[in-house]
């Protein structure tokens, strides 16, 4: 690095602290909406991929866990135990709903599983205990957290009341959290006596995912079968797809406030300082020279401000979901990697700002006295 | 051996420098011919508007004459292409400026040693090349600081480090001594005149400031863009009219 990129630098201080504060900024809301983005898309399919099944059967038209607008009839389980490569048949019962806490309303998915070793339950409970019993709910942490609520507290829809007896960890599907109770307690309380929303088809070892989910919807058309990664991927997809865009324009957004503001302070540097680099030119150092010059004192500026606002992420990440449990976050080296070359671009944008302004310094001004 | 027999560090051979604006040309040099050798002290003198400044920027490569040739050590700069122009100035030539023009965000050690990067001189090598330089202008206690904490004689001494520090055939002063009192402006000349007989530097300075033809082998008088002889006292005349 030049002497002249060190001193200047550090010659205007408040200067290249709202630069660098703003590459900061910048690199923090790119890495933290990356982390948040990670974060996301690891939750909302993972309790869809923890669950114990291999092929998922919803009502035809039903894609995915959280439009859970499938309704099956509970006979349907005999029809599908018979098709081949098919083990073992689980009823689950799964509805987005509104509960009353203490008189606010909080969203949740409601599950109803089959409590004597069927799948869809709870992944982990991690306070309290398990299976829920008669009128007994099992509620995620997240949720927890969000309604502020705990063991011993009581949930009430319908008329209904559900105590809660645990909490429960990895049911945050981010917009809503899952919610646990024994398929009879989700049939009375949701009036869906011999109803099923999902059946959950343990396959036989060896069988094809793919083939019996084929095989299901040849046996019964009026339901869509799914090996289960698929039905996870289309359950994060319902949520990613629409979140993309939006996340995608923050994210350039980010990007162009970074640029902007690195941009300007670094051109309005140069302004400044238009004399001197006049001077410099006047006794040999070239047009590229001095380019190096404003490429190094931007660079400078970037790397700083990617180091202060890739800590700050980091911090905030550890942070911010007990606050919110909806940030769920997820910090990974390789975005950081994107955030940094990322940084660097902005860098290089920034420093060509000033160009056709050093091009067209006259060396001859100065000596005009 | 006379001064016209050493080896020639500038020569402008029959140089014209014509500025167009629109309709309008006006020629600041016409048909300038001159031969400056090594260890040469001469004093370009003249009204505001004949054509000094013009004289300095051909004579420092930083402009190109509409016509003439202009050598630099033996480089004839107007054959040469523009992106080569740079090179030369940071070989052959040192500048020193009237406001001095040292960078303000630079110590007086550091401006100095900047000029070596161009070279591709830095670290430990050009440190030292700038001590030694400060040292024998002058300069050893205030080597560390700043522009603003130096006196205005002080500042040009710093600036004749820097002209030389790249150890070029060719110094340029434009106006030296004009910021300066009379004691000042005669210890910088006295140090120009240094660099020159004691380090075979060739310096071109232009200047109003009479005080300062005693130090100079030869006083151009540049008038209307061509060099006169002209006597004392219509020097004298011309400058405080």
């Known amino acids: 690095m030049s002497i002249v990129t060190r001193q200047n630098?550090?010659?205007?201080?408040?200067?290249?602290?709202?630069?660098?504060?703003?590459?900061a900024l910048s690199v923090f809301l790119i890495s933290f909406l990356l982390s948040l983005f990670r974060g996301w898309q690891?939750?909302?399919?993972?309790?869809?991929?923890?669950?114990?099944?291999?092929?998922?059967?919803?009502?035809d038209g039903t894609t995915d866990f959280l439009n859970a607008a499938s309704v099956l009839p509970g006979e349907m389980e005999a029809d599908l135990e018979a098709v081949p490569g098919v083990a073992a048949v689980d009823s689950l019962i799964v509805r987005p709903m509104n509960v009353d806490v203490e008189g606010t309303e909080q969203s949740m998915h409601l599950v109803g599983y089959e409590v004597d070793g069927g799948a869809g339950g709870p992944p982990k409970?991690?306070?309290?205990?398990?299976?829920?019993?008669?009128?007994?709910?099992?509620?995620?942490?997240?949720?927890?957290?969000?309604?502020?609520?705990?063991?011993?507290?009581?949930?009430?829809?319908?008329?209904?009341?559900?105590?809660?007896?645990?909490?429960?960890?990895?049911?945050?599907?981010?917009?809503?959290?899952?919610?646990?109770?024994?398929?009879?307690?989700?049939?009375?309380?949701?009036?869906?006596?011999?109803?099923?929303?999902?059946?959950?088809?343990?396959?036989?070892?060896?069988?094809?995912?793919?083939?019996?989910?084929a095989d299901v919807m040849a046996a019964a058309p009026i339901v869509g079968a799914f090996p289960s990664n698929q039905f996870a991927k289309a359950t994060r997809d319902r949520i990613m797809k629409n979140l993309i865009p939006i996340l995608f324009v923050i994210l350039l957004l980010a990007f162009v406030v970074g640029v902007a503001i690195t941009g300007l302070t670094i051109y309005n540097a140069t302004v400044e300082k238009q004399r001197e680099y006049g001077i410099l030119k006047a006794i040999?150092?070239?047009?590229?020279?001095?380019?190096?010059?404003?490429?190094?004192?931007?660079?400078?500026?970037?790397?700083?401000g990617f180091l202060i606002g890739g800590v700050a992420t980091v911090v905030a990440a550890q942070f911010i979901a007990d606050l919110v449990p909806q940030f769920v976050t997820l910090v990974r080296w390789q975005d950081f990697i994107f955030v940094f070359v990322a940084t660097i671009v902005m860098a290089i944008i920034a420093a060509m700002l000033p160009v056709r302004r050093l091009?067209?310094?006259?060396?001859?001004?100065v000596f005009s006295g | 051996m006379s001064i016209t027999a050493r080896r020639p560090v500038l020569e402008f051979d029959d140089v014209t420098k014509v500025y167009t604006t629109g309709d309008l040309s006006v020629a600041a040099l016409q048909n300038i011919s001159l031969t400056v050798a090594e260890r040469?002290?001469?004093?370009?003198?003249?009204?505001?508007?004949?054509?000094k400044t013009t004289f300095l920027t051909i004579a420092g490569a930083l402009m190109r004459p509409t016509s003439g040739r202009v050598v630099i050590s033996g480089t004839d700069v107007t054959a040469l292409d523009e992106r080569r122009l740079p090179k030369v100035r940071q070989e052959k030539i040192g500048f020193i400026f009237q406001s001095f023009n040292l960078l303000e965000a630079l110590s007086a050690l550091q401006n100095v040693e900047l000029v070596m990067e161009t070279r591709g001189v830095t670290g430990r090598g050009a440190k030292a090349r700038a001590q030694e330089l400060l040292s024998m202008v002058g300069i050893d206690r205030q080597r560390n600081n700043l522009p603003k904490q130096l006196s205005g004689g002080q500042k040009q001494r710093v600036a004749i480090a820097r002209a030389l520090a790249n150890n070029p055939d060719l110094v340029l002063a434009d106006e030296p001594t004009a910021n300066l009192d009379s004691q000042r402006g005669r210890e910088i000349?006295?140090?120009?005149?240094?660099?020159?007989?004691?380090?075979?530097?060739?310096?071109?300075?232009?200047?109003?400031?009479?005080?300062?033809?005693e130090l100079a082998d030869r006083v151009l008088w540049l008038e209307d863009g061509q060099f006169r002889d002209i006597s004392d006292e219509q020097v004298?005349?011309?400058?405080h009219d």
């Open chain 1, 9 to 23: 630098l550090l010659a205007e201080k408040t200067r290249f602290f709202i630069s660098v504060g703003g590459v």
């Open chain 1, 42 to 59: 690891l939750s909302v399919g993972r309790f869809v991929e923890k669950v114990d099944a291999d092929v998922w059967v919803a009502r």
């Open chain 1, 125 to 213: 409970v991690t306070k309290g205990r398990g299976p829920p019993g008669p009128g007994e709910v099992i509620v995620d942490d997240a949720f927890a957290d969000k309604a502020g609520v705990g063991i011993g507290d009581a949930l009430e829809t319908g008329g209904h009341r559900l105590e809660i007896v645990g909490i429960s960890s990895g049911g945050n599907l981010i917009f809503s959290q899952t919610s646990f109770v024994s398929l009879e307690t989700a049939r009375e309380t949701l009036s869906m006596d011999g109803l099923s929303t999902f059946f959950l088809i343990h396959t036989d070892d060896g069988a094809d995912a793919e083939q019996v989910s």
């Open chain 1, 284 to 304: 040999g150092f070239t047009n590229g020279y001095l380019f190096r010059l404003v490429l190094e004192q931007s660079l400078a500026t970037g790397i700083l």
């Open chain 1, 359 to 365: 091009a067209t310094v006259d060396p001859v001004a």
């Open chain 2, 40 to 51: 040469e002290v001469i004093v370009v003198m003249g009204p505001s508007g004949a054509g």
């Open chain 2, 189 to 213: 000349m006295e140090l120009l005149r240094m660099v020159a007989k004691e380090l075979g530097k060739t310096v071109v300075a232009v200047s109003h400031d009479l005080r300062i033809r």
């Open chain 2, 236 to 239: 004298h005349k011309s400058l």
